[in-house]
T-cell receptor, first 114, second 113 residues
Framework: AQSVTQLGSHVSVSEGALVLLRCNYS??????LFWYVQYPNQGLQLLLK??????LVKGINGFEAEFKKSETSFHLTKPSAHMSDAAEYFC????????????FGKGTMLLVSP | DAGVTQSPTHLIKTRGQQVTLRCSPK?????VSWYQQALGQGPQFIFQ???????QRGNFPDRFSGHQFPNYSSELNVNALLLGDSALYLC????????????FGQGTRLTVV
């Protein structure tokens, strides 16, 4: 069975500061990993994904994440936070059994102060 | 491209009632998955439909059922509603396969009173 753990239900940063959202996964097979963002009363939007190849993945809005197999981690970073980045972020893992179902973490709410 | 559309956006039902939620996938997508997102939680997988059949199911009781139509649109039905069924129900469409991006609709907010 797969699982995702997101450390910190809330993360607060100042505008312009580094954003770091942590995600650790558990999977019996090499995982496919995703980060999604959810704005209030909205659905989920894909930020970036790792399937195979380069372990540093760049996404939309200046976000990137690095797959570290030895640490079973897929942390999300952004060098400089913007007020518009305030939202909830979900890390997810996909099984490789031929389906596209996702197992999500509980989410991290990113708060950005001026 | 309209993306994934869900209806209705909000719904209030009474305990014991039945509800049907609808989803139209993104143009070209053939796979529809449903997720339940309780307040303060991440989405939980309910089931997935492909070629009008339920292909995979999460840990949800039989009160949750679904259907996929020939045009790939889908319905989620919940019978004998419980207060704990109150949640945001998200529909995601994709191509079948673990690498593909799932596109999510805005969700249906179901409140059971």
């Amino acid at each position: 069975a797969q699982s995702v753990t997101q450390l910190g239900s809330h993360v607060s940063v100042s505008e312009g500061a580094l954003v770091l959202l942590r995600c650790n996964y558990s999977s019996s097979v090499p995982p496919y990993l995703f980060w999604y963002v959810q704005y209030p009363n909205q659905g989920l939007q894909l930020l970036l994904k790792y399937t195979t190849g380069a372990t540093l993945v760049k996404g939309i809005n200046g976000f990137e994440a690095e797959f570290k197999k030895s640490e079973t981690s897929f942390h999300l970073t952004k060098p400089s936070a913007h007020m518009s980045d305030a939202a909830e972020y979900f890390c997810a893992v996909s099984d490789q059994a031929g389906y596209s179902t996702l197992t999500f973490g509980k989410g991290t709410m990113l708060l950005v102060s001026p | 491209d309209a993306g994934v559309t869900q209806s209705p956006t909000h719904l209030i039902k009474t305990r014991g009632q039945q509800v049907t939620l609808r989803c139209s996938p993104k143009s070209g997508h053939d796979t529809v998955s449903w997720y339940q997102q309780a307040l303060g939680q991440g989405p939980q997988f309910i089931f997935q439909y492909y070629e009008e059949e339920e292909r995979q199911r999460g840990n949800f009781p039989d009160r949750f059922s679904g259907h996929q139509f020939p045009n790939y649109s889908s319905e989620l039905n919940v019978n004998a509603l419980l207060l704990g069924d109150s949640a945001l129900y998200l529909c995601a469409s994709s191509f079948l396969g673990p690498k593909t991006e799932a596109f999510f609709g805005q969700g249906t907010r179901l409140t059971v009173v």
